[in-house]
């Protein structure tokens, strides 16, 4: 009965969770902040939405070049980085998704006000396939970049992102490319963001330049940080509970936002480190009960 | 162990705000209603889930659906398609509406007709204009004026009525403002009108003095700047200031009390096109009108109207034809000169958009007064029927 | 070409307004201050109320509104700033626009959704010839912002407080080590930059006649770019910043083949400028 309902903002927390996993690897790895990440979502939608209005692709046959082509305009747009960090580089991302939108807005190539419209849903061996089938195939594509982000977080690039964030000049010092790994952090995370956009365009059916304001941006930081910046498992969790949250103040209609707003900033101050993140709330929570376990399972 | 017990209480609590089912449903008709509360388009979700709450009261007042009352049951959209389409489902799915009526803007309107369309469950948008909402198949309607015919109009008007050979243009960069001023342009040219200044503006512009310069430099005989009523405001006071001295014309969008109230003197000598006649004696726009004031302690507007309007329709049908989506549709598509609505009667659905009469309107004295009205055929159908030249 | 400038200087004004109070707090605490906007809207909002409600006079109205703002301002920076100092940079970016978020709500719902006119009437000089166009409202910006910026230039260089002010923003522990109340310090900023930016919100709602909740958004982003323009911290680097991108938006808009919004301008200009000067036009 509620099943589509649920479906639906499930398939859509799992876009966010994607895109927030390739924030996190910019964002949590390397201490990029970007506050301009609707951006880059941005790109993945409209690339998709281009190849399949205009050059009449296929939902398969377009991800992949969608796909390169976002990893590309990524790190074309990273570039900025190379030359500015910090606040400036916050300000710049900031600067990108105003004239990304702007972009759309007023070029007529990219549907301009109109939107681009008829963005279909994929079909699989020529079958359309339904509510159920979609969310399916978004939550593999998550699986698949939980996996490629675990298996990312394992190796020595993850690290030399991570010295990249803490100190510049100690990572330079240390022998790391930094300006590579700046460059490696934006392609990662444009992949998947733009993987997000492509999910997203799809779901929606179209996309209009309005839709990737900087108020997601704000949302997108916001997911990440109220998770646990720099973790896996807390780019998922802040996704789907801030992407879910006002769904269960619908009781209070009127006063959603307000309580969202407040809540956001009383538990970032609160909880700097994310709720799942090091040594955040649930983090403690979670280590204090398997500690308990184990020790429950010696004594018996 | 208790944290645990604690977790799944709360887990518990969760899942029933998700599950939270009306036992009693089954006494009354549901209409579903998305609208923006939250986000910049608050006003114009407010103005128009207040018009469609009186219209339940009218019905209700008066019989309701086949002796079952009618009940709205109203969604925040926050102007988010995702949220949008999400928010559709559980119209459908969970509160099992009859109808589902979007309140908002275009974006979210096409978002959700695509999943009413796929559902099988008839739709309308009120005021959104966009061209795709209908095309999204046979389940979705418009209750308010396609753009083409709206902005047709607007060029009937300023070319033949008005005689104005030099017009500028200012424009809103969304679909409302852009698919206005593309019909406007076409009519206006054909009319041998020439078109000497064109420029965008994105919504939520407030200066506007460095255009309306360029705009007097160029000597217009009239300005169309199809948008919303705040930007509108905006651009008709600064017009005035930087001595602009041409006609003014503008559309529905301006049709609300705020307009005057923010362009003050100003805004008197604008021209609009709108479908809500404020002069006219017809006694459901007077019930409208007056009802709202008395409800939210501020004039109605023609956003408000389209939302009024939608839910009298639908409940009109629901009427005649039960609460079964084909024969909905069905019967949506014969509707002739149905005259229970706020704003002109509507004359028929072409394309699954409302047909109505179009009026010019004139602000006078601070006041929205009625100026003239086109019936002809050509201009007010969206594909004029044929023999109607 | 003379109007069109005229114009541009005025709505520099305000930009300049804002950034000065953004620059402020970042000069001082290395924070970007978002809910910024959230005081140029209540100042507009408390001054409306005034208007409305207590007095006829707008310059009664200007003084609720700006002192309204100010102690709202250091309310602020005692609850969501000062706990969020020591956290990494982005919690009080993110903190920021939570309250952001929740103030253009609360506004909402105490005010409405709807924009009000802000309707004063009041007594100024003003420049009426054919050529040449000032309003009352835009003398009035304009003198506000020269009077505030030359009280502020006269307090930073030429007082006590000034002077501890600047040894703040040079090393914090050093002044405070050196028995300056820090404390204190901080929240007189945080006072004159939020009677600043509510002072702004008056005047622009004066200007446009038209409060509503969510007016501060736009005129932030502007603000963000004043300052990385100006170079951060600086406070005469903010002002001049405000009115030449105003100039450079209002006359680069008006050529038809830059189509694109004053927003994406604005941003792109200061992009620029960061590739070529990473610390701003006027940064140290």
């Known amino acids: 009965m509620t099943f589509g309902y649920i479906l639906s903002i499930a398939t859509f927390a799992s876009i966010y969770a994607i895109l927030i996993l390739g924030l996190n690897i910019l964002t949590g790895y390397t201490k990029q902040v970007s506050l301009g990440h609707a951006a880059f979502f941005a790109i993945g939608a409209y690339t998709q939405a281009l190849l399949i209005t205009k050059a009449g692709l296929t939902f398969w046959s377009a991800l992949p070049l969608t796909i390169l082509l976002s990893m590309i305009i990524g790190v074309v747009m990273g570039l900025p980085s190379l030359r500015v960090s910090d606040d400036f580089l916050v300000l710049t991302t900031i600067g990108l998704n105003f004239i990304v939108m702007g972009i759309t807005e007023y070029f007529d190539f990219f549907g301009g006000a109109m939107g681009i419209i008829g963005i279909t849903m994929p079909t699989i061996g020529g079958k359309s396939i339904g509510t159920t089938g979609y969310f399916l195939i978004t939550l593999s594509f998550l699986l698949l970049t939980i996996c490629i982000c675990y298996l990312f977080s394992k190796t020595w690039g993850r690290l030399a992102m991570e010295a990249t964030g803490e100190d510049e000049d100690a990572a330079q010092s240390l022998g790391i490319n930094t300006s590579i790994y700046k460059m490696y952090a934006f392609a990662l995370s444009s992949t998947f963001t733009g993987l997000a956009g492509v999910l997203w365009a799809h779901s929606i059916g179209s996309v209009f330049p309005r839709n990737f304001s900087f108020e997601m941006s704000v949302l997108f930081l916001s997911m990440l940080v109220f998770g646990g910046l720099g973790t896996i498992r807390g780019a998922v969790f802040g996704a789907f509970v801030l992407y879910i949250l006002p769904e269960f103040f619908r009781f209070i209609e009127n006063y959603r936002m307000l309580v969202y707003g407040g809540m956001l900033a009383m538990i970032v101050i609160l909880q700097p480190n994310g709720i799942l993140g090091r040594g955040g709330l649930l983090d403690r929570c979670i280590l204090r009960l398997v500690k308990k376990k184990a020790e429950t399972q010696e004594i018996s | 162990m208790r944290r645990f017990l604690c977790i799944v209480m709360v887990l518990m609590f969760v899942l029933c705000g998700l599950l939270s089912v009306d036992a009693m449903a089954q006494e009354t008709v549901k209409i579903g209603f998305i609208t923006p509360l939250t986000g910049f388009a608050a006003a114009d979700g407010y103005s128009s889930l207040e018009s469609a709450k009186l219209a339940v009261d009218y019905v209700n007042e008066h019989g309701g659906i086949n002796g079952k009352k009618l009940e709205l049951i109203s969604y925040d959209d926050g102007c988010q398609p995702d949220q949008a389409s999400a928010l559709t489902r559980k119209l459908i799915e969970n509160d099992k509406v009859a109808v589902v009526i979007s309140g908002s803007y275009s974006s979210p309107s096409r978002a959700a007709a695509v999943i009413c369309q796929q559902a099988k469950v008839p739709f309308t948008s009120t005021y959104a204009v966009h061209p795709s909402i209908v095309e999204a198949g046979e389940y979705c309607h418009r209750i308010g004026m396609a753009a083409p015919i709206q902005g047709r109009v607007g060029g009937y008007f300023a070319a033949r009525e008005l005689g104005a050979k030099r017009i500028a243009l200012l424009i809103m960069n969304n679909d409302f403002g852009v698919s206005l001023a593309e019909a406007f342009k076409e009519t206006a040219l054909k009319l041998g009108a020439e078109i000497v200044y064109e420029k965008k503006y994105p919504l939520g512009e407030t200066e506007f003095r460095s255009y309306l310069n360029a705009i007097k430099a160029a000597d217009p005989d009239l300005l169309y700047a199809p948008g919303y009523y705040n930007e509108a405001a905006n651009i008709v006071s600064q017009a005035r200031e930087v001595g602009l001295r041409c006609w003014l014309m503008g559309d529905e969008g301006y049709d609300s009390p705020k307009f005057i109230e923010l362009a003050k003197t100003a805004a008197n000598g604008v021209f609009i096109t709108t479908d809500l006649n404020r002069d006219s004696d017809r006694p459901m726009t007077r019930y409208f009108l007056e009802k709202y004031k008395e409800r939210t302690n501020i004039d109605a507007d023609m956003v408000g109207a389209s939302g009024f309007d939608a839910v009298m329709l639908v409940s009109h049908i629901l009427n005649k034809v039960g609460t079964k989506a084909d024969d909905i549709i069905r019967y949506w598509d014969t509707i002739e000169n149905f005259e229970d609505c706020a704003t002109g009667p509507i004359i028929t659905f072409q394309e699954r958009s409302a047909i109505r009469p179009m009026d010019i309107q004139i602000v006078l004295n601070n006041q929205f007064r009625y100026f003239y009205r086109y019936y002809e055929p050509e201009i007010i159908y969206l594909n004029p029927p044929s023999g109607g030249k | ?284």
């Open chain 3, 1 to 284: 070409m003379l109007q069109v400038l005229l114009d541009a200087i005025v709505l520099g004004c305000s930009y300049a307004l804002m950034a000065v109070g953004l620059n402020m707090v970042y000069g001082l605490l290395r924070i970007i201050h978002v809910a910024h906007a959230a005081l140029y809207t209540l100042g507009a909002y408390v001054g409306l109320y005034c208007l409305l409600n207590l007095s006829q006079s707008l310059w009664i109205s200007l003084f609720v509104g700006a002192l309204f703002s100010a102690i709202v301002g250091v309310l602020m920076y005692r609850i969501i700033y000062s706990p969020a100092l020591t956290a990494p940079r982005y919690v009080p970016l993110i903190a920021g626009a939570g309250v952001f978020i929740a103030s253009q709500e609360l506004f909402r719902l105490l005010a409405g959704p709807y924009p009000y006119s802000f309707d004063a009437h009041f007594q100024f000089l003003s420049i009426m010839t054919p050529n040449l166009r000032v309003t009352e409202t835009q003398m009035l910006m304009i003198t506000f912002m020269v009077v505030a910026f030359l009280c502020l230039f006269i307090l930073i260089n030429k007082t006590n407080l000034g002077l501890m002010w600047r040894a703040c923003t040079q090393d914090m522990e050093l002044a405070a080590s050196s028995g300056i109340n820090i404390n204190l310090i901080i929240a007189i900023n945080f006072m004159i930059g939020s009677a600043l930016a509510g002072s702004a919100g008056i005047l622009m709602a004066l200007y446009r006649n038209s409060v509503f909740p969510t007016m501060g958004a736009m005129v932030s982003y502007k603000a963000f770019v004043v300052i990385v323009l100006g170079g951060f911290g600086s406070i005469p680097g903010a002002a001049i910043a405000g009115i030449i991108l105003a100039i450079a938006e209002s006359f680069l808009g008006m050529v038809p083949i830059f189509n694109l919004p004053r927003e994406a301008i604005a941003f792109l200009v200061m992009i620029l400028v960061l590739m070529f000067k990473p610390k701003g036009l006027f940064g140290r």
